[in-house]
């Protein structure tokens, strides 16, 4: 088993739907990364969290350390929002990020 | 600021030769770390330098080495490639003394051993 689990790993939506992907994981972490990764590869980090709700104009992410659980929503989705999202774990040790495999996000007009 | 910048961007290799990748961090940043993408997968750690160092490894075999320079920048070392060893290979540099310190990613370079 991963040690970061995203779901789903393919979504398709319309243009305006709102959109949640889901992140797991099994171990103690200091901060939990959203990425975004478009076709090329280069990563923007979108959010960092340790606790609560971020929000930064149609994007918001919140944790729950308890439940080792965090959602990233799009709201009014684009088709520009289509990306590869990324949930990524910094441990309590060091700063080094386990990586879950991605959710593939196509926006459709 | 340029952020993190890789070269090459892309790169084909032969099996059994010897590559070598670079990193420049951020501006101001000491710590870069080296993370492995296989296509249609999460990036993997490789290994981390701070202070011309490698402080922390990932589970990667001894072909993989790094290198980091007294301006923070960073090499990353493969000897004898197979194969499996293409991928998109990203660097990432952070600030050390700050805690939760966000990290910045580079474009990545594309390696592609044939």
């Known amino acids: 088993k991963n040690e970061v689990e995203q779901s789903p790993q393919n979504l398709t939506a319309q243009e305006g739907e709102f959109i949640t992907i889901n992140c797991s994981y099994s171990v103690g972490i200091s901060a939990l990364h959203w990425l975004q990764q478009h076709p090329g590869g280069g990563i923007v980090s979108l959010f960092m969290l340790s606790s609560g709700k971020k929000k930064h104009g149609r994007l918001i992410a919140t944790i729950n350390i308890q439940e080792k659980h965090s959602s990233l929503h799009i709201t009014a989705s684009h088709p520009r929002d289509s990306a590869v999202y990324i949930c990524?774990?910094?441990?309590?040790?060091?700063?080094?990020?386990?990586f879950g495999e991605g959710t593939q996000l196509t926006v459709n007009p | 600021d340029a952020g993190v910048t890789q070269s090459p961007t892309h790169l084909i290799k032969t099996r059994g030769q010897q590559v070598t990748l670079r990193c420049s961090p951020k501006s101001g940043h000491d710590t870069v770390s080296w993370y492995q993408q296989a296509l249609g997968q999460g990036p993997q750690f490789i290994f981390q330098y701070y202070e011309e160092e490698e402080r922390q490894r990932g589970n990667f075999p001894d072909r993989f080495s790094g290198h980091q320079f007294p301006n923070y920048s960073s090499e990353l070392n493969v000897n004898a490639l197979l194969l499996g060893d293409s991928a998109l290979y990203l660097c990432?540099?952070?600030?050390?003394?700050?805690?939760?310190?966000?990290?910045?990613f580079g474009q990545g370079t594309r390696l592609t051993v044939v």
């Open positions: 990524a774990v910094r441990g309590r040790i060091g700063s080094r990020l386990t």
């Open positions: 990432a540099s952070s600030l050390s003394d700050i805690l939760l310190a966000e990290a910045f």
